[in-house]
């Protein structure tokens, strides 16, 4: 439960009225660390009042976008072809399973093959890696938790450093699920506008407070992430943000997932997402039945809807660009 408090101050627009508190455990690992949020009483974003002062400890080298078995890499890559191709069968069980609505929405914005395309926050680079195969020649990432820097291909290289460091013209940069972790919210996509060549867009992949989740499973939403989210934006403070650093948001798209309900469930019964028994591990040793996996995908279908699934999308492109 939280608590009402005028202690914080909100980033985002600076109240400091009928702000909450949370207290919020470290459920991916299992760590149970303990971690303050508040959610603003002004714009409803929820941001982490008490972040650790090692927070490269909460990455280790099993951390998802950072490493994984040889099995779980195949069951991605099947995965993540379906989900850009919808096709292949193996590449469809696995999908619906564990969606990734994202690359659907990637591909659906039709950005041309010879775009410049930058990932932030990329991880080892998989949704660039999906679009090297499909035919994109100018990609990059970067992530400054990789333990070095990779080189894929002649044509996509990702390297270990923060976007502050970057220069260069580029016609999209993307934060999949990444600009959550970033403390600086405004200054991070003030320099990602810098950035963008004419015509450029921005394209955030965000959880959002304004959810069915949060409001339902409260400090066991499974997107909470503590400690690694620093921020989980209300559709109200990410427009706030966006317009901060100079940006306008063209769409918002709704791209929630069965995920947000069975590992929320597990997060209420003390199960944490990596543990032997949770669905992300060994969906066979798990608590939910497929009919039960299909039934919440059912019920995320209709949060999305209804504009209140816990996952989406934006395209941003420069404020001034509106008006010139």
């Known amino acids: 439960m939280g608590n009402a408090t005028n202690i914080y101050r909100c980033e985002i627009c600076d109240n400091v009225t009928a702000n909450v508190r ?15 949020y508040f959610e603003c009483g002004a714009c409803g974003c929820l941001q982490l009042a008490t972040p650790p002062a090692d927070m490269g400890c909460y990455y280790p080298p099993s951390y998802y976008s950072l490493s994984g078995s040889k099995m779980a890499r195949v069951a991605n890559w099947l995965r993540d072809e379906y989900a850009y191709t919808k096709t292949g069968i193996l590449g469809r069980m696995v999908f619906a399973l564990f969606p990734k609505f994202g690359l659907q929405t990637i591909k659906q ?13 990329c991880g080892t680079g998989a949704i660039l890696r999906v679009l090297a195969r499909h035919g994109y020649q100018y990609l990059h990432g970067i992530d400054p ?17 923060a976007l502050d460091t970057m220069t260069g013209d580029w016609d999209v940069i993307m934060f999949n699920h990444s600009l959550e972790h970033i403390s600086a919210q405004v200054e991070t996509l003030r320099h990602a506008c810098r950035l963008l060549a004419p015509g450029g867009v921005c394209f955030v992949r965000i959880p959002t407070a304004s959810s069915f989740a949060w409001e339902h499973y409260r400090t066991d ?8 989210h620093y921020f989980l934006h209300s559709h109200k403070s990410i427009n706030l943000v966006a317009a901060q650093a100079g940006f306008h948001v063209n769409a918002i ?4 997932s069965a995920f947000q309900f ?12 990596m543990a ?6 060994n969906p066979l ?40």
């Open 262 to 273: 069975w590992a929320s469930e597990q997060y209420q019964r003390g199960i944490s997402l």
């Open 221 to 228: 939403w499974v997107n909470m992430d503590a400690p690694r």
């Open 109 to 121: 914005q039709q950005w041309p093959q010879s775009a410049r395309i930058l990932d932030v926050g």
């Open 285 to 324: 040793r798990s608590a939910f039945a497929w009919r039960q996996i299909r039934a919440y995908q059912v019920q995320a279908d209709e949060m999305n809807r209804t504009n209140r699934g816990d996952e989406i999308a934006l395209v941003l492109t420069p404020a001034a660009a509106q008006h010139s």
């Open 145 to 161: 938790y990789l333990a070095q820097d990779i080189t894929v291909s002649s044509t996509l290289r990702i390297e270990k450093r």
């Open 22 to 36: 949370y207290k919020a455990r470290e459920m991916m690992f299992g760590m149970y660390d303990d971690f303050t």
């Open 253 to 256: 798209v709704q791209e929630s």
């Open 276 to 281: 032997p028994v949770s669905c992300m591990t």
